[in-house]
């Protein structure tokens, strides 16, 4: 799923700041870590599963989004929590060259409300599947949860053309039902 619909959700359109954090996810009996990106209106960006909460998880995902996005969607601002992985992350990004040299860091708590709030929500559709046997059932779950749930949030609105039933619509046309 996550690969035939990955162009219609994973285009970023709010390009003045991203919100980037971590929340945990129980892989089997262990704490793991889910790494998340949205946009300034809570459209999904990209999500990375790690088992570690350092440096080069924060350097792999930072470099994973700025990967995957044109050079245009790159935001002005990334806004995340005081972890000081991402600084870390961040500026070893910019000395490579991969990231832009003016992208501003603000490591401000309450700016990242936006993804918090996401976070919860995504929390409760994970709460009931009472936690992971592997990484890899893991991360092939959380995959296809946050596709659904970025086009529940409207974020390939604009492929529907005007059909009320767009969503459905939508997938019929990719996988051609």
């Not at 946009?39 to 570690?52: A, H, K, V």
């Not at 350097?59 to 994973?64: A, D, E, M, R």
């Not at 709460?127 to 390939?156: D, N, P, W």
Request: proline content about 3%.
């Amino acid at each position: 799923i996550e690969k035939r619909l990955r162009w219609y959700w994973r285009n970023p359109t709010d390009l003045s700041s991203w919100h980037i954090d971590e929340t945990y996810v129980k892989v089997n009996g262990r704490w793991s870590y889910l790494y998340r990106a949205v946009d300034q209106r809570g459209d999904t960006i990209d999500f990375y599963l790690s088992s570690r909460r350092n440096t080069k998880s924060a350097y792999c995902f930072l470099g994973k989004i700025l990967n995957n996005v044109k050079k245009w969607q790159i935001p002005q601002v990334i806004n995340t929590d005081k972890a000081p992985t991402y600084g870390r992350a961040l500026s070893r990004l910019k000395r490579e060259g991969k990231c832009p040299p003016d992208l501003e860091h603000r490591q401000i708590k309450y700016k990242n409300n936006v993804i918090e709030c996401d976070h919860g929500k995504l929390k409760r559709i994970i709460r009931a599947t009472l936690g992971f046997k592997s990484m890899k059932t893991a991360y092939a779950t959380i995959k296809g949860i946050e596709v659904m749930r970025a086009l529940r949030k409207g974020q390939a609105s604009s492929f529907y053309y005007g059909q009320p039933q767009g969503e459905v619509c939508l997938i019929n046309r990719v996988f051609g039902l």
